[in-house]
């Protein structure tokens, strides 16, 4: 049977558009294809996992604010499934998290500090870590110490000055510079030396390219 010359025309108007259908098809999976099957694949550290650096310089409660950035150094690979993933030497920043200065006569001084990013092949990658932290001791003990002795020296310069009576107005008088020593030497600071060791742990897993 011969089909009219209008009906050639319909079917061979429709073959073309399916045919470049096909054609674009097949050309987007040949496109797709390389990238499922040659891409890296990533690797995930879970959260938890410790990271082990050392300070590349040493922080002070006193010199440090919160909110200043900190280098270190990887000392020890991250290593997850048995495969090598941050190695040691890589180079890492962080962030003073909080610094609080002693106060001169009572109060603790604290520094926390928390990892910011890591360095993986010429890549930083953000992480979320726990902080570290470090608290002065206290110093009410070695305020009433210098205070007392203060006191205890202005008793004895009072009552070889003028007896009895001098050694009331001596005492105060005493006591009083011993407290001036106190403010000015009472201020207990933390004080985090270069080369220090810390270890700080994952909140949130961390993804990187496998090596």
């Known amino acids: 049977m011969t089909l009219p010359k209008k009906k050639y025309l319909i079917a061979g108007g429709l073959a073309i558009p399916l045919l470049a259908l096909a054609l674009f ?4 999976a040949t496109n797709v294809a390389p990238s499922l099957t040659g891409g890296s694949e990533a690797m995930v550290v879970p959260a938890g996992t410790a990271i082990h650096v050392r300070l590349d310089h040493s922080l002070a409660t006193n010199q ?13 690979p991250v290593v997850v499934d048995g495969k090598e993933v941050i190695p040691a030497g890589a180079r890492a ?5 909080t610094s609080k200065p002693s106060g001169r006569l009572k109060g603790h001084a604290y520094m926390t500090l928390a990892l910011s990013t890591v360095d993986v092949g010429g ?4 992480v979320h870590t726990s902080t570290v932290g470090r608290q002065s001791g206290g110093h009410k003990k070695r305020n009433i110490a210098i205070i007392g002795g203060g006191g205890g020296g202005g008793l004895l310069i009072g009552a070889l000055a003028a007896g009895g009576k001098g ?13 001036a020593v106190a403010a000015i030497t009472g ?7 270069a080369e220090t060791a810390m270890t700080f742990r994952l909140t ?4 990187v390219p496998e090596g």
């Open 204 to 207: 949130q897993p961390l993804t």
């Open 64 to 76: 440090n604010d919160s909110g200043e950035a900190f280098a270190a150094t990887v000392i020890s």
């Open 167 to 179: 050694a009331l107005i001596g005492g105060p008088v005493g006591a009083g510079a011993g407290l």
């Open 123 to 126: 890549a930083n990658y953000q």
């Open 187 to 193: 201020k207990k600071q933390v004080h985090i030396p």
């Open 25 to 28: 098809a097949a050309a987007r």
């Open 93 to 97: 920043e962080g962030v003073v998290v």
